[in-house]
């Protein structure tokens, strides 16, 4: 078995990303017709988006899992401008979280539609651990933090995502809601 090491960047099949992205956008049109997620079947998704039922299934097993790559792919694409540029510290991180929110209210939008967010928590919960396997904590604070600043970034998103705020509001209040740790 091939050894995949850290520091090799992952390829992804660019029509796997394709196929995300309008299932994606299919299931946006979707919530924005009004109908309800628990009616909606993966034939009407596949049907929208173009895409077959194979392919559908040779990716995804749900429609909850479809966000839940789009959770991944988000936070992906957010770690990637981070590691990006050096020195990073709470004002510039919190700035481009704050607009990552507001660029894609609707992804958010579609967390509460499909009411998938304990899914979505654990994979924001997961990528903030990341980020605290590198603090000076024990492993039971680790842990945590990790659980409360991922649910509430989290919480705040989609809070954010039904409220018409402005980006330099919804950044003044990120920083007042969440600590500069």
């Known amino acids: 078995m091939p050894k995949h090491f850290l520091n090799t960047p992952v390829q992804i099949d660019a029509r796997k990303l394709q196929t995300q992205a309008r299932l994606l956008a299919a299931l946006i049109e979707i919530q924005d017709s009004g109908r309800p997620f628990t009616a909606l079947t993966v034939s009407q998704l596949c049907q929208q988006a173009n895409v077959s039922r194979a392919t559908f299934y040779r990716h995804h097993k749900t429609i909850q899992d479809v966000i839940a790559v789009g959770a991944f792919d988000l936070l992906f694409g957010f770690e990637r401008t981070v590691d990006a540029k050096p020195g990073m510290n709470f004002t510039e991180g919190s700035a481009l979280l ?18 998938n967010q304990p899914l979505i928590t654990s994979i924001f919960v997961g990528e903030v651990e990341k980020i605290m396997l590198n603090a000076d904590n024990s492993p039971s604070n680790q842990r945590f ?13 989609l809070q954010v995502a039904q409220n018409p705020v402005n980006e330099s509001e919804t950044l003044r209040l990120f920083r007042l809601l969440i600590p500069d740790l």
């Not at 704050?98 to 009411?115: D, G, K, P, T, Y």
């Open 145 to 157: 933090i990790s659980q409360f600043l991922g649910t509430a970034i989290l919480n705040f998103a």
């Open 98 to 115: 704050v607009n990552l929110i507001h660029e894609n209210r609707a992804f958010f939008n579609l967390v509460i539609w499909s009411q």
